[in-house]
């Protein structure tokens, strides 16, 4: 049977009307229909197709061959050989450090299932971290990836030195280690570390606990002799190179240092400049305090560099965030849990209720959220996680959480591919079952639109993956310049998996960061009836979908719904 159901803003007349001149297949059933609709800014398509040319003419992006659809091949193989269904949801963003920089291990990360690659200024020199940006790019270009880069300002924490260039040490119950601020020529002696914060042995006092990583170690300031801060371990544990570093005194955490520190440091500055000429997708702001920064960082992206796609990403770390949640989330691009830090600013069994309202407030918001930190930590020595670690990871998962991220288990960790392997078998199987319960279905979306058109778009969304769940069709598919309307229908979580056609490259990368989004890059016109009948044929002739599936069909072209079988 072959039917379609179109809903469409019209750009004729003051009402739209649903065309029925769609095709009517050999054996179909055409079902017209006919709803009416406030008329759109008629212009509104117009003007970003131009937008899109320009930018194409421009060079920024090589544009795609005509009659081509650019498409990894693991996404590919999954859909020719488990169908729609079977794709999964939750995206990956791998933190990228020492045992995965290669190209090798890029590919093998993007073949298991990697989204998003993550840098963190935080370690590295800038040209390691551009060399990983460039393998990236040429795994992109050379495989058909969407792989996004996400670079992870260092802010303005406390951190450990480097360790001698050791991969982590061992700290004793009840050893002594000396922290301090002096700089050594050779490397550090036995037992003593570095700390980046000149004030810190004039900030600490006697008695204060000092926690590395939130906790992971703890030790008992003893001594302070000049700038030298004599600590016991107290809690015994493993300490990796440049490892936060918080202290507590009379069970606060002392946080005036950081309270005068600006979130983004001169040489966060020089990271971001270096993030915009490497064309990276996100940046990630560490220690972000109050939406003023986000703000602040995304006009200087606008001035920088003004085709410039690079997303703010505010990362929620600190008692501070917390404070300004809304407004830091209203004006970032996308949000990240990171409950390293976190964990070590509130009390841990705050943390997965903390969790919860960010990744429910983002959605609400339309704005990608990332739940980061400790996921499988176990396996960055160990080949299988954890039971609880498994429990954790299907929280995140069932919480609908855009993006599940790895640290160090896929930057220096024993495992990488397996701890990936586990995020991906992990988010399939509660995706699963969360559409067979129907969780999820309970939180109420707010209007978030302002203007006329974009309230059309969000209801039309809204409305598509309402009928692509009652229905229950094989995919939406989504026509897309902006990305902002794959974003409305992913923010809706419906039971299909998304397609999502753009026509630029860096927003491909970019809606790769989003829950359920499939992205290609595809060219397109404003002619729906020829983009829809080319992306068929494109995709019948690779096997990814057949005749028969059934597809709902949404477009920020002309704005329209529209349900249609495969022909
Ligand atoms: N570029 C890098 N070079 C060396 N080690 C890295 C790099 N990136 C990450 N790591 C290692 O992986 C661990 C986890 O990474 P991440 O979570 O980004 O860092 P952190 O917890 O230090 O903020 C780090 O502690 C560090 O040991
Ligand atoms: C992701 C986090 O940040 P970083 O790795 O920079 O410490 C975290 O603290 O959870």
Redo the contacts with the bound molecule.
């Keep these: 049977m072959s039917c379609s159901i179109r809903l469409s803003t019209s750009i004729a007349s003051s009402h739209s009307r649903i065309f029925n001149k769609i095709p009517v297949h050999k054996h179909g059933i055409h079902v017209p229909n006919y709803v009416s609709i406030p008329r759109p800014i008629t212009a509104h398509s117009k003007v970003l197709i131009s937008e899109n040319l320009k930018i194409t003419a421009a060079g920024q992006v090589k544009p795609v061959p005509a009659g081509e659809i650019e498409v990894d091949k693991v996404t590919e193989a999954e859909l020719k050989e488990n169908g729609f269904r079977s794709t999964r949801r939750t995206k990956i963003v791998c933190?990228i450090g020492p045992r995965t920089c290669g190209f090798e291990e890029l590919e093998a990360l993007a073949v298991g299932g990697m989204n998003v690659a993550r840098i963190?200024m935080?370690h590295g020199t800038r040209a390691w971290h551009r060399a990983v940006i460039q393998r990236v790019k040429r795994l992109n270009e050379e495989k058909g990836f969407a792989v996004a880069v996400m670079m992870?300002t260092?802010?303005s924490?406390i951190h450990m030195g480097d360790l001698n260039g050791a991969e982590s040490a061992k700290a004793e119950d009840g050893e002594m280690w000396t922290f301090t601020v002096r700089e050594f020529d050779s490397p550090c002696p036995e037992r003593t570390i570095n700390v980046n914060y000149d004030g810190f042995a004039e900030d600490v006092k006697v008695g204060d606990e000092l926690l590395v990583?939130?906790g992971m170690v703890r030790f008992v300031v003893v001594e302070i002799i000049g700038p030298d801060v004599i600590c016991r371990c107290s809690d015994p544990g493993l300490l990796l190179p440049r490892a936060?570093l918080t202290f507590w005194r009379n069970g606060s955490l002392v946080q005036e240092r950081n309270a005068m520190l600006p979130t983004i440091s001169s040489k966060d500055w020089l990271d971001i400049d270096f993030a915009i000429a490497e064309g990276v997708d996100f940046i990630?702001v560490?220690f972000v305090k109050s939406a003023e920064v986000i703000k602040h960082l995304k006009s200087y992206i606008a001035a920088r560099s003004p085709d410039c796609q690079t997303a703010v990403i505010a990362?929620i770390?600190s008692v501070d965030s917390l404070k300004n949640l809304e407004e830091i989330i209203k004006a970032s691009d996308g949000a990240?849990?990171?409950?390293?830090?976190?964990?070590?600013q509130i009390p841990l069994e705050h943390v997965p209720s903390v969790q919860e309202n960010i990744v429910q407030l983002c959605r609400q918001l339309n704005k990608p959220a990332i739940v980061?930190?400790?996921l499988v930590e176990s396996m960055i020595e160990y080949p299988i996680p954890t039971r609880a670690e498994v429990a954790d990871v299907s929280e995140a998962v069932a919480q609908q959480a855009d993006a599940l991220?790895l640290?160090g288990e896929s930057a220096m960790g024993q495992y990488p591919e397996k701890a990936l392997s586990v995020l991906r078998s992990v988010s399939l199987r509660i995706e699963r079952s969360s559409r067979e319960k129907k969780r999820g279905d309970s939180l109420e979306l707010p209007t978030i639109s302002f203007s006329l058109p974009a309230s059309i778009s969000e209801q039309l969304c809204n409305t598509a993956a309402k009928m692509a769940n009652k229905l229950e069709v094989d995919a939406l598919f989504v026509y897309t310049q902006t990305g902002q309307t794959a974003s409305l229908l992913s923010r809706n979580r419906p039971d299909c998996p998304i397609f999502a056609f753009t026509p630029t490259a860096s927003i491909r990368r970019r809606l790769n960061l989003q829950w359920g989004l499939i992205p290609f890059r595809l060219n397109f016109t404003d002619n729906m009836e020829s983009n829809l009948n080319r992306t068929f044929s494109l995709l019948k002739a690779r096997g990814m979908i057949k005749s028969g599936d059934l597809i709902i069909v949404v477009s920020d072209v002309l704005q329209s719904v529209q349900a249609i079988s495969v022909p």
Excluded: W
């Design positions: 933190t963190n935080c992870d260092e802010g924490g990583d939130g936060n990630a560490s990362k770390e990240m849990v990171a409950r390293g830090d976190l964990g070590a980061a930190s400790q991220m640290s």
